[in-house]
């Protein structure tokens, strides 16, 4: 897909479909209070296109609501689109973002190709944030899952065109769309690598794509296996591939910016268990070939670090993701074992299931040792997180105030969903180990609390976000916007939290 700009009048845009967003701006309340859609655009000729549809009450302007009329009177465009966002006081780029999604979904199964998006008229809403959320939906909105089907057609839209008003600032606005675009495009970077299945995508495999994404870009890198991590003495990630034929995978991406030599430098850790069968603590079959998505930590870092790169901002970036298969073989971990962490702290391995903690504590120790004075990582950690918030927020976890602020400050421009969970000496206690320094189970209440609180104890007073995304690292249902399967989550909030820095 090409994203690109135009501020021609809304008359002579040439398009197989042209959108436009509308609100309900009834704003009594009761059962007499009919909705009343009116589009937030001034355009005089859309505006009578769409009068008598409107008139009709047929079209409601409900959250992502669409109304598709051909043959638009007065216009140039071949189809007119009306996408709904709610209430007039939805407005804003979350709801721009989605809408763009929408249009592209909508113009995919028709084969159409090319549309054209008219920002909305609003004085709270800048256009230049409207044409970055734009793009963001619409790259978001072309992706589809079905890879692997022989009979796959490509549907995806060729062209987006962001419409924006005659009077706008060219220059930049063409910025906000290029790096709307430069978004969208890591968002699915990073659903194209969860996507794949886990024997196509291992651990090598991973180190592959990572590696071909930095030449692409510019960023440093290494990847390296089993010697290295052995030599690092990374025990606890080793523990986990043990058990697997395919070798481990350790990537780690360096973005330095030229001139930046002081500041902080920021570590972004990655959870890549290519596939997670729990090991000799083996999953019951029932959706297990869900856990090829248990590298969907190591995406959201990929897909940051490549929007970081092509960005550019002022601060020093290293992302360290530990990629490995976890499997049950002769070789393979039992409970009961002792492994010790490269930071030298000794782990009691009560479940082989709980690897994902086991392969960050090396990650996180080792993106220290890099030198990250600020650390956050993302890991399809635990069930338990997504027992407690369901598939609507992500959990996160933080051992410092100031970092988690910033993050926080981040999720408004992101429009991603996460929710803090608390920590505390109590939970810690919890994962105590009679044989060894720790556990890595904690027993079966606060699950994401005490997975959370293995990781701070390889944190230690380094500054630290975890993220904990399993329930929204995969997409059960379609939505309008967004297609079922990977969802890309983390991805903006990263980005924009390391551009805070
Ligand atoms: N990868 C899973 C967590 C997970 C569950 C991700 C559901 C996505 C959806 C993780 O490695 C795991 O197995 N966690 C265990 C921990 C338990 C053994 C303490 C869990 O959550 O059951
Ligand atoms: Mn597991
Ligand atoms: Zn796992």
Not at 52 to 63: H, T
Not at 431 to 437: Q, R
């Amino acid at each position: 897909m090409n994203a690109k700009l135009s501020l021609a009048p809304l008359t002579q845009v040439e398009t197989e479909l042209l959108a436009v967003l509308a609100a309900d701006t009834q704003t009594e309340k009761g059962p007499d209070a009919k909705p009343q859609p009116e589009l937030l655009t001034m355009d005089g000729a859309v505006t009578s296109a769409a009068a008598a549809v409107l008139a009709s009450g047929e079209f409601k302007a409900g959250v992502n609501e669409t109304l598709l009329l051909h043959a638009p009177a007065g216009l140039a465009a071949k189809r007119l689109l009306l996408i709904g966002i709610g209430k007039q006081s939805r407005l804003n780029a979350h709801a721009v973002r989605n809408a763009a999604g929408v249009a592209v979904r909508a113009a995919k199964p028709r084969g159409i190709r090319d549309v054209a998006f008219v920002t909305p008229d609003s004085l709270e809403l800048p256009s230049t944030r409207s044409a970055r959320a734009a793009a963001e939906g619409a790259f978001i909105g072309d992706f589809d899952p079905d890879t692997y089907r022989t009979d796959r057609k490509d549907l995806s839209v060729q062209t987006f065109t962001v419409i924006g008003p005659e009077s706008a600032d060219q220059s930049a606005l063409e910025a906000a769309l290029n790096e709307g675009s430069i978004i969208g495009e890591s968002q699915n970077f990073a659903r194209t690598l969860v996507n794949e299945p886990g024997n196509k995508l291992t651990p090598t495999m991973l180190g592959r794509r990572a590696s071909a994404m930095a030449i692409e870009t510019g960023l440093k890198f290494t990847i390296s296996s089993t010697d290295v991590i052995k030599e690092l003495k990374m025990g606890a990630f080793w523990s986990v591939s043990q058990g697997s034929e395919e070798p481990p995978a350790l990537i780690v991406l360096r973005y330095e910016p030229e001139g930046v030599t002081e500041g902080p430098v920021l570590g972004l850790v990655g959870k890549g268990i290519t596939f997670d069968t729990g090991g000799i603590s083996l999953k019951p079959a029932d959706n297990m070939e869900k856990m090829k998505y248990d590298m969907a930590g190591a995406a959201a870092m990929l897909g940051a670090m490549r929007a970081i790169a092509l960005l550019k901002p002022r601060v020093r970036v290293i992302c360290v993701v530990c990629s490995a298969e976890n499997m049950p073989d002769g070789k393979a971990q039992k409970p009961g074992d002792v492994q010790t962490a490269m930071s030298g702290k000794t782990i009691e391995i009560i479940n082989t299931d709980a690897e994902g903690r086991l392969v960050l504590a090396d990650g996180l120790a080792y993106a220290k040792k890099l030198g990250c004075t600020h650390l956050i990582d993302a890991a399809t950690l635990t069930g338990a997180c997504v027992v407690a918030l369901g598939m609507v927020n992500a959990g996160a976890f933080s051992n410092d105030e100031t970092s988690f602020t910033r993050f926080n400050q981040a999720l408004e421009t992101s429009g991603e969903k996460f929710w803090r969970l608390p920590l505390g000496d109590e939970y810690a206690d919890m994962i105590k180990s009679d044989i060894a320094d720790i556990k890595n189970t904690g027993g079966r209440w606060g699950g994401a609390i005490t997975a959370a609180e293995f990781l701070k104890a390889f944190a230690e007073d380094t500054p630290w976000i975890h993220l904990d995304i399993a329930g929204m690292a995969w997409i059960e249902d379609s939505r309008p916007y967004i297609a079922k399967g990977p969802s890309g989550i983390a991805v903006r909030s990263i980005l924009e939290w390391a551009r805070s820095y």
